[in-house]
């Protein structure tokens, strides 16, 4: 019988190993929600929201799966990859070849973190590095304007296509109008001055009514992307904790309320990724976050 330790390929020593194993290493899925709320602050416990998992996560990762078999698509992708990945950022390669699309929630944790119902509507929405725009989507059906910032050429071009309109990297802020919404996704520790966009996202809502929905990987560990390498920050968040529930404290009390910002809504949900030959799919661990202006004036300052 033919296995795969007599293979001397890497490559198809992978492929194989994917064929013959299948799911057997993959995690339980109802873990990536599960936390102990009587590890978290007390001031976080009774804003904490328990998601789990459901249909629309469970599509996604149906399509990731399957994406994942098409052998020939996948070695293309990763020679496509290798070629470029000295040369540009991994997320214009993922634009560029139309793969690597991410989900952060369904529509229905959206709603629940929101507390609003299908039929709720606003006028603007800012979604904040907006990838390929899939994101974008879930949330932009409740919104008459639909805007969004992304560095990446390739990914610009895909959310042109969905028609949102796109803004500059440092334009957003002055328009000359404000936001209901703005989401802030997996950007925080991929920023260069975490604190400043922050300021600049509560001065960029509507008072009192402006909420801002932000996603961050725990545990936290900040980077940015600099022509296809990965570099330190200018500003280095440094979040205490060990644990899921200790660094969501410490977000709330030591970053977020710093900037004049205060939780309205918290919970915990996997971070997904389409795969590639090696993996299905990719997951990180993620806390979602509905904050809003906190009645002070300005502001704490660094």
């Known amino acids: 019988m033919w296995t795969g330790k007599h293979i001397r390929s890497p ?5 194989y190993m994917s064929m013959v194993e299948g799911e057997a290493g993959a995690a339980d899925p109802q873990e990536w929600y599960r936390v102990c709320p009587d590890l ?3 001031p976080v416990r009774p804003l904490f929201v328990q998601s789990h998992l459901d249909s629309d996560t469970k599509a996604f990762l149906k399509r990731s799966q399957e994406k994942s078999s098409w052998l020939f698509t996948q070695l293309y992708h990763s ?6 990945s000295p040369l540009v950022s991994r997320t214009s390669i993922n634009g560029f070849l139309g793969r690597g699309s991410m989900f952060v929630f369904s529509a229905n944790q959206f709603q629940q973190l929101l507390r609003i119902g299908t039929d709720w509507k606003a006028e603007r929405l800012l979604d904040l590095g907006a990838g390929d725009g899939g994101v974008t989507e879930v949330m932009g059906v409740h919104f008459r304007e639909v805007y969004a910032t992304e560095v990446s050429p390739p ?3 895909h959310l042109q296509r969905r028609n949102y309109t796109l803004l500059g990297i440092d334009e957003w802020q002055h328009t000359g109008f404000q936001y209901d919404v ?11 001055d975490p604190l400043l966009l922050l300021r600049d996202i509560r001065s960029s809502l509507i008072p009192k009514t402006g909420r801002l929905v932000l996603a961050a990987v725990l545990p936290f560990q900040p980077y940015i992307e600099v022509g296809g390498k990965w570099e330190r920050p200018k500003e280095h968040l440094k979040i205490a904790g060990k644990t899921w529930e200790e660094q969501v404290t410490n977000l709330c009390s030591e970053v977020f309320q710093r900037v004049g910002f205060e939780l309205e809504a918290v919970t915990r949900l996997p971070y997904l990724c389409e795969g590639d030959m090696y993996n299905d799919y990719y997951v990180l661990d993620d806390a979602v976050f509905v904050l809003k202006a906190s009645e002070e004036d ?3 300052g660094k």
């Open 11 to 15: 490559l198809v020593r992978s492929l």
């Open 40 to 42: 978290l602050g007390e």
């Open 79 to 84: 020679l496509i990859s290798s070629v470029l």
């Open 155 to 157: 990914m610009k071009w």
């Open 182 to 192: 703005i989401s802030c996704l997996n950007l925080l520790d991929r920023c260069d």
């Open 298 to 300: 300005s502001p704490q």
